[in-house]
C-alpha cells in the first residue's frame, strides 16, 4: 500500500531560525495536504498542492510539491513560539480518496 | 456555530468492555473518518464513510466497528477484540472524499 514518510520525526530551533519538514511518498501522489496540531489539540487544515511544481506561501510558511509529485516540503523562516507544534503532511494516491498521514515533525521553539 | 463535535473527552473502561465514541458534525460534510493516534506513530485510519448508510475499513479496522445511519452521525465502536485499544481517537470530516479533513476535538480513551 501507499507509504508516506516524513523527516525529521523532531526538530528543536531557537527563535529565528528556520525550520523544513520534509514528505516523500512511495507511489506517485494526485495532491498532498499539510495539517498541524498544536500540542493538547486536534490537527488543522493549512493548505493543499495540486500541480507537479507547485510553491505556494502562507506568511512564513513555503511549502512546495515536487515535479514528480512523489515529496513534498514545508519550510518556515524566522520560526516564532507560535509556530510549535506537530506538522503532518497526507498524501493522496492517484485514483483514491484515502489520504495517507505522514508520522509527523514535531517542533519545539527555544525562546 | 459549525464543526465536529466529540464525546467525552476523556473515556475510562475496564478490559473487556466494547466503549462507543460519539461523532457529530453539522457541516453537511459526505464523508467522515477516524483516526488513532499513539505518540510518534502519526494519524492511523481507522474507518471512512463517503456517503450516508456506506463505510470502508481503513488500514487499522481489526476490533473496531462503525455505522453511518444519518449524515450528520459516525459512531466508532472499540470492542473487546482491539488488543490495544488505549489511544487518542480523532474523527474528521471532509465536504466530499479527498478534500481538505476538518477534525474533531479527540477522545483520549484508557483501558485497564
Known amino acids: 500500500g501507499q507509504q508516506v514518510m516524513q523527516i525529521p520525526q523532531y526538530q528543536h530551533v531557537q527563535e529565528g531560525e528556520d525550520f523544513t519538514t520534509y514528505c516523500n511518498s512511495s507511489?506517485?501522489?494526485?495532491?498532498i495536504q499539510w495539517y498541524k496540531q498544536r500540542p493538547g489539540g486536534h490537527p488543522v487544515f493549512l493548505i493543499q498542492?495540486?500541480?507537479?511544481?507547485e510553491v505556494k506561501k502562507q506568511k512564513r510558511l513555503t511549502f512546495q510539491f515536487g515535479e514528480a509529485k512523489k515529496n513534498s516540503s514545508l519550510h518556515i523562516t524566522a520560526t516564532q513560539t507560535t509556530d510549535v507544534g506537530t506538522y503532518f503532511c497526507a498524501g493522496r494516491g492517484a485514483g483514491s480518496y484515502q489520504l495517507t498521514f505522514g508520522k509527523g515533525t514535531k517542533l519545539s521553539v527555544i525562546p | 456555530d459549525g464543526g465536529i463535535t466529540q464525546s467525552p473527552k476523556y473515556l475510562f473502561r475496564k478490559e473487556g468492555q466494547n466503549v462507543t465514541l460519539s461523532c457529530e458534525q453539522n457541516?453537511?460534510?459526505?464523508?467522515m473518518y477516524w483516526y488513532r493516534q499513539d505518540p510518534g506513530q502519526g494519524l492511523r485510519l481507522i474507518y471512512y464513510s463517503q456517503i450516508v448508510n456506506d463505510f470502508q475499513k481503513g488500514d487499522i479496522a481489526e476490533g473496531y466497528s462503525v455505522s453511518r445511519e444519518k449524515k450528520e452521525s459516525f459512531p466508532l465502536t472499540v470492542t473487546s477484540a482491539q488488543k490495544n485499544p488505549t489511544a487518542f481517537y480523532l474523527c474528521?470530516?471532509?465536504?466530499?472524499?479527498?478534500?481538505?479533513?476538518?477534525f474533531g476535538p479527540g477522545t483520549r480513551l484508557t483501558v485497564t
Open positions: 457541516l453537511n460534510h459526505d464523508a
Open positions: 498542492l495540486v500541480k507537479s511544481g
Open positions: 474528521a470530516s471532509s465536504i466530499l472524499p479527498g478534500y481538505e479533513q476538518y
Open positions: 507511489t506517485t501522489l494526485s495532491n
